[in-house]
């Protein structure tokens, strides 16, 4: 049922760090990388080409979607070629972005500040990459799980096996919580044992922040101006949404939009509080220059030397090594092989802002974008790409792809779920927003259709698929060869039965409805009819119209709350869960009720209670229908489940 989908997806839209996508923003397969490419360049041309090549890609995008404000960087061999904006920072006032002096929030890019904070201190001797953490947490302590330890490799490779927790959004900036103390309000159970899955984890990130302040003895922030930002002449770059950002830098925040009507409205700025190195930060485009200017130096930049190059070269070397010819997680930066040329990058997404960087070392180029609105964001994948394939040329084509067999497709075929939803709390209901299907596609290849929309994979060989724009997966196995689950990047799916993917979901609700609404259809049409039935009989009726009472107002209180979460804003996060939530639970938890009460009802109504032969029949597939609603609601923790 669509109305479940829009469900999850309303407030898995502001809940944005949430998905892979978000992080790490894949080409739109609905927009081809093609519809941005105005005219070819050639780099050897000089600067000025670069930068009218891209002045044409952004303001065809500005002008096709109307994103209100888009700023952009590009370094090479070790110099600014440009940092540049486009649009406006303040629609209302036209303020012009700046790429010099305009901050725009870079969300999860935040966390690759975090992750060399971390390689900075591992350079030191101060955290051994693969040591428990708990040896250098104080005040909190990751609870024992599957015989092994949570390490700092797991950390930034998000393969902890924390679920997803949904709390990290709901603190604000000026709140007085500590990093410790909202670290463990929020602490997400482990689902799968350290190493086993990737899933994206906004909460593991701030835990790593945690250490840096333990190990240290400083405040996060501290060690970050002090060791990165103040050497790297960073002073328009803070660790401060624009509510609380120091007072010279607060009116030099871009404002951040959503759609409204056939426009554009202003939206109250996304705040996460402690959370903060997990997606806090604004920055300008120029100075994000010098960030992808030292990273790409190996550590190195205007003298200053922040970390050794061997350290550089482990910061973009994988820890896992798993799946190497499908993207990954290198130490924190999303590694990717593009066009024949390794490329290390993150994506950051907040309420009202897209933001993604993305750093070649063997092209010695990187590349900075970020749009004060997540509407239309398709430009902050696409841009980077677009620049490395031109300045790529024909390096590297395409691998052969082989076609499977129909015998083959079906072994990947079928319902996967993501691993970064929560699994012990109310929040695993808005998955159903994030789940794939599998299916055999056209001329041999896989079609996989998922949050990011369809997508058309050629198999490479083994188990590894990629689709035109050079995005691959990577399908496991299990002990007994089955396909388990698929992962890319620093997500992975998992293959699911009927009760573990939306399809449930569906029946559960679907069915329940349609038996209420021919329930109360059929005591309507009986009303003023004398219809054979004993005394326990018409005590049995009463029930039926109370169970399909109950089941109609479950199905229009889960409408009531998908409009409310349509509507929701980053000002509303702060204040969830929203009280038609509570009604939710409520209700349902009613109709987990009649629904035992039903099956409990059907013995005396095939024994006592009179009815013709088609209406017992009747109840007793609402009965039916009813029980697994039931079993729907606890299997997708609609009740009994703890909420965020």
């Known amino acids: 049922m669509k109305a479940f989908k829009d469900f999850a997806f309303a407030l898995g839209v502001l809940a944005v760090s ?30 000025a080409v670069l930068e009218a090549y891209i002045d044409g890609v952004v303001d065809a995008h500005r002008r096709e979607h109307g994103t209100p404000g888009v700023t952009v960087s590009v370094v090479q061999n070790g110099k600014v070629l440009f940092a540049k904006g486009y649009g406006y920072a303040d629609l209302d006032a ?8 305009t901050l725009f929030r870079i969300g999860s890019v935040s966390k690759t500040f975090t992750w060399a904070a971390v390689m900075m201190l591992a350079e030191r001797g101060a955290i051994d990459l693969d040591a428990d953490v708990n040896q250098y947490l104080k005040g909190i302590q990751i609870p024992e799980a599957f015989d092994a330890p949570v390490t700092m490799n797991h950390l930034m490779a998000h393969r902890a096996g924390f679920e997803e927790t949904f709390g990290v959004f709901t603190h604000r900036d000026d709140t007085d919580v500590s990093l410790t103390d909202a670290l463990i309000a929020d602490m997400p159970a482990r689902i799968n044992p350290p190493g086993a899955r990737s899933s994206y984890s906004n909460w593991g990130a701030a835990l790593a922040a945690k250490i840096v302040e333990d190990v240290t003895g400083e405040n996060y922030e501290t060690f970050l101006s002090r060791e990165i930002l103040a050497p790297l002449a960073m002073s328009k770059t803070t660790l401060h949404g624009p509510l609380t950002a120091p007072a010279n830098l607060q009116p030099l925040y871009a404002l951040g939009y959503g759609k ?31 960030w992808m200017l030292l990273l790409l130096g190996k550590g190195e930049h205007n003298g200053n030397r922040l970390y050794s190059p061997e350290t550089a070269d482990e910061m973009f070397s994988r820890a896992f090594g798993d799946r190497p010819r499908v993207s990954d997680v290198a130490h924190g930066f999303f590694t990717k092989t593009y066009k024949g040329y390794d490329v290390y990058g993150h994506g950051g997404g907040t309420a009202n802002f897209r933001t993604y960087m993305e750093v070649n070392p063997a092209l010695d180029v990187g590349i900075f974008i970020s ?83 369809p997508r058309e994979m050629r198999r490479l060989g083994g188990d590894v698929f990629e689709d035109r724009n050079g995005n691959r997966v990577a399908f496991d196995r299990g002990t007994s060869g089955a396909v388990t689950h698929f992962s890319s ?10 009760f573990g993917g939306p399809n449930s979901i569906n029946a559960g609700f679907g069915l329940a409805a349609f038996f209420a609404a021919t329930t109360l259809g059929g005591a309507w049409r009986r009303q003023g009819r004398n219809v054979p039935q ?11 119209i109370v169970a399909a009472l109950c089941a109609i107002a479950l199905v229009a209180m889960i409408v009531i709350v998908v409009a409310t979460l349509s509507n929701y ?35 005396p109504v095939w024994l006592k209670s009179g009815w013709s032969i088609w209406r017992k029949l009747h109840h007793t597939m609402f009965a039916g229908a009813m029980a697994l609603l039931g079993a729907v609601l606890v299997i997708w923790n609609i009740i009994f489940a703890p909420i965020s």
Not at 94 to 101: A, K, L, Q, W
Not at 490 to 498: A, I, T
């Open 18 to 47: 949430t998905g892979a996508a978000a992080q790490a923003p894949d080409p739109s397969p609905t927009t081809p990388v093609e519809t941005l490419e105005l005219a070819a360049f050639e780099p050897t041309r000089g600067e």
């Open 489 to 498: 990047g620093p997500q992975s799916y998992e293959r699911v039965g009927f």
């Open 94 to 101: 036209e303020t012009p972005v700046s790429g010099n002096d």
């Open 260 to 290: 409204s009507g056939g426009g554009f409205a202003q939206k109250d700025p996304m705040q996460i509080g402690p959370f903060a190195p997990a997606g806090a930060m604004g920055s300008t485009a120029a100075d994000m220059a010098q």
């Open 371 to 453: 749009q004060n609105s997540i509407a239309d964001a398709a430009l902050i994948g696409q841009l980077p790409d677009i620049i490395t394939a031109r300045l790529a040329g024909d390096a590297a084509p395409r691998e052969t792809a082989a076609r499977l067999t129909a015998k083959e497709a079906a072994e990947y075929a079928g319902a996967y779920v993501t691993n970064r939803r929560s699994f012990v709390r109310f929040e695993k209901l808005f998955s159903i927003s994030a789940t794939a299907t599998v299916a055999p596609g056209a001329n041999g290849t896989l079609a996989i259709q998922s949050p990011n929309g």
């Open 534 to 544: 004993t005394g326990v009989g018409r005590g049995l009726g009463v029930f039926a």
């Open 569 to 603: 804003g980053a000002a509303d996060l702060l204040n969830y869960p929203p009280a038609q939530i509570v009604w939710l639970r409520l209700i349902a938890m009613a109709a987990f009720i009649v629904a035992g009460l039903g099956v409990l009802s059907l013995a």
